[in-house]
Nanobody
Framework: QVQLVESGGGLVQPGGSLRLSCAASGTIFRFYSVGWYRQAPGKQRELVARIAPGGIVNYADSVKDRFTISRDNAKNTVYLQMNSLKHEDTAVYYC?????????WGQGTQVTVSP
């Protein structure tokens, strides 16, 4: 059974940075496209970034040029570097498979952007 553990969230001021980590067990990340998703209060979960096995990345327009997704296959971990954070980035962030039936969702990590 695949387990996903997200970490690295916190409270940050507008313009600040955070680095999120997603560690997986029970699967080998490098074979899959993995995405970072977020869900703000009262909103649907949305995809913000994804990375393919070969390293090709894609971003939602709302985070382009501010967020960077990367992977460390040796550590079976995917990262999300978030810079120039805005209030509207406040959400719970999750990672999961990009295509196909999702793995069981982790608990996510809360990111709060506030003065």
């Amino acid at each position: 059974q695949v387990q996903l553990v997200e970490s690295g969230g916190g409270l940050v001021q507008p313009g600040g940075s955070l680095r999120l980590s997603c560690a997986a067990s029970g699967t080998i990340f490098r074979f899959y496209s993995v995405g970072w998703y977020r869900q703000a209060p009262g909103k649907q979960r949305e995809l913000v970034a994804r990375i393919a096995p070969g390293g090709i990345v894609n971003y939602a327009d709302s985070v382009k040029d501010r967020f960077t997704i990367s992977r460390d296959n040796a550590k079976n971990t995917v990262y999300l570097q978030m810079n120039s954070l805005k209030h509207e980035d406040t959400a719970v962030y999750y990672c999961n498979k990009f295509a196909g039936d999702p793995w069981s969702w982790g608990q996510g990590t809360q990111v709060t952007v506030s003065p």
